[in-house]
């Protein structure tokens, strides 16, 4: 038994030394991206093989499993470094995220949590036209609606409580897939609102319209003050295109201070991973970030406090 242990215990290393090295390339193809994702995940498994590892004596061994351990741990730090605030009612703006799953009926658990959380704006991913009958009772709360049903998963719509300045539908892709431009005010700024949903990388062509788009994404963050960026932006914040797309969009994560927050598969942990995502320009403030229920998709909803504040 201690020899399969001894065995399980070095070779599991060996596989997450290789799995954080493939993650290395992910800025160079969609296979490798992959392996990004799972930043948390080899955090705490490094920790486990590098004790298991010293205990029985294979020093080299769990020497360099801490050289793979430290950039991992420092991929998911910021995650936890960011203040964040006691009192959410500072918030004047809330926001909320669910991607629904096309397959998804489950309108009464969906409708909770909507009625529960209350947000000011209300973003929907995978939106097909069922959804607006089966949510009529709540989505007559919110006077002002923009959506572009689908029968694919690429469906999308905003409702809003908040007035509604203008509203337009993009195509930041080749593949036609729509996103939605809101703006509004609040305290006297005009505040713009990007309602996103990039395919998932797991192709090479779906790899360079997600990129593609996220690109665009980026460009306009870059033009727009005062921009929320909300949406299944399907990748997690440890790739480089997540960090690209900061940079160039002059962007921040709202879930600087509030951990991780995984949302995406509801049926898999200990491997989910957070791939719904509220970015904002550097003048708004995050106050509270949280993930809700399970709705009956495969993608936990995110609501956001913010604080748009009069310049």
Not at 83 to 89: A, C, G, H, P, Q
Not at 106 to 116: A, F, H, P
Not at 127 to 151: C, M
Request: charged share 15%.
């Amino acid at each position: 038994m201690k020899k399969i242990l001894r065995f399980v215990l070095q070779w599991g290393a060996v596989m997450l030394i290789i799995a954080t090295t493939l993650g290395f390339l992910g800025r160079f193809h969609w296979f490798f991206e992959l392996f990004t994702s799972f930043k948390l995940q080899y955090t705490f498994s490094l920790l486990i093989a590098i004790i298991g590892l010293t205990l029985i004596k294979k020093r080299i061994l769990a020497l360099i499993c801490m050289v793979f351990f430290i950039p991992n741990l420092l991929a998911i730090l910021p995650s936890y470094s960011a203040s964040s605030y006691d009192n959410i009612n500072l918030g004047n703006l809330r926001v909320t995220s669910i991607n629904l799953l096309s397959s998804n009926h489950n309108y009464t658990q969906v409708e909770s949590y909507i009625n529960k959380v209350k947000p000011d704006i209300l973003v929907m991913e995978e939106f097909q036209e069922h959804w607006q009958q089966g949510l009529k009772n709540t989505l007559k709360d919110y006077s002002f609606q923009y959506a572009v049903p689908r029968i694919d998963n690429f469906g999308i719509a905003i409702f809003s409580k908040t007035k509604l300045n203008s509203t337009k539908t993009l195509t930041l892709n080749q593949a036609g897939i729509p996103s939605l431009l809101c703006s509004f005010l609040i305290n006297n700024e005009e505040v713009y609102l990007l309602a996103t949903h990039p395919p998932p990388p797991i192709s090479s062509s779906k790899y360079t319209i997600r990129s593609k788009q996220l690109n665009e994404i980026g460009a306009l963050g870059a033009k727009l003050k005062n921009l929320i960026v909300i949406g299944d932006l399907n990748l997690t914040p440890y790739c480089y295109h997540f960090d690209n797309l900061l940079e160039q969009g002059h962007l921040k994560d709202t879930r600087a201070g509030f951990g991780i927050q995984p949302t995406w598969p509801t049926w898999g942990w200990p491997f989910s991973i957070p791939l719904d995502h509220c970015l904002t320009s550097d003048d708004i403030i995050t106050i509270n970030r949280s993930v809700g229920p399970d709705v009956g998709s495969d993608h936990y909803p995110i609501t956001i406090d913010l604080l748009i504040s009069s310049l």
